[in-house]
Nanobody, 120 residues
Framework: QVQLVESGGGLVQPGGSLRLSCTVSGSIFSINHWGWYRQAPGAERELVARIDSSGNTDYADSVKGRFTLSRDNAKRTVYLQMNTLKTEETAVYYC??????????????WGQGTQVIVSS
């Protein structure tokens, strides 16, 4: 079983910054895609940013130039640096990892979510 533990959410003023972290544990052979999604009240979950095993990143248009996603394979951790945050980015942020177990069976796992509130 894969477990994803998120941290770094909280309250920040508009224009401020936060860094989210997601650490994965379990009998993992590979992580092919790893990233962050968010869900605002009354809205559908949407992709924020993700990174593949080659280090290629994919960002939502609304966060390009402000958010940076990175991964530390040795620590099994992915980081989302969020700068110049906007009030409309208040949401629960979820970490997602897609890959394979050591027995080569696939997994698609989600964290429990971390709340980000952007408000003055």
């Amino acid at each position: 079983q894969v477990q994803l533990v998120e941290s770094g959410g909280g309250l920040v003023q508009p224009g401020g910054s936060l860094r989210l972290s997601c650490t994965v544990s379990g009998s993992i052979f590979s992580i092919n895609h790893w990233g962050w999604y968010r869900q605002a009240p009354g809205a559908e979950r949407e992709l924020v940013a993700r990174i593949d095993s080659s280090g290629n990143t994919d960002y939502a248009d609304s966060v390009k130039g402000r958010f940076t996603l990175s991964r530390d394979n040795a620590k099994r951790t992915v980081y989302l640096q969020m700068n110049t945050l906007k009030t409309e980015e208040t949401a629960v942020y979820y970490c997602n990892a897609v890959g394979a177990y050591t027995n080569f069976r696939p997994f698609d796992s989600w964290g429990q979510g971390t709340q980000v509130i952007v408000s003055s």
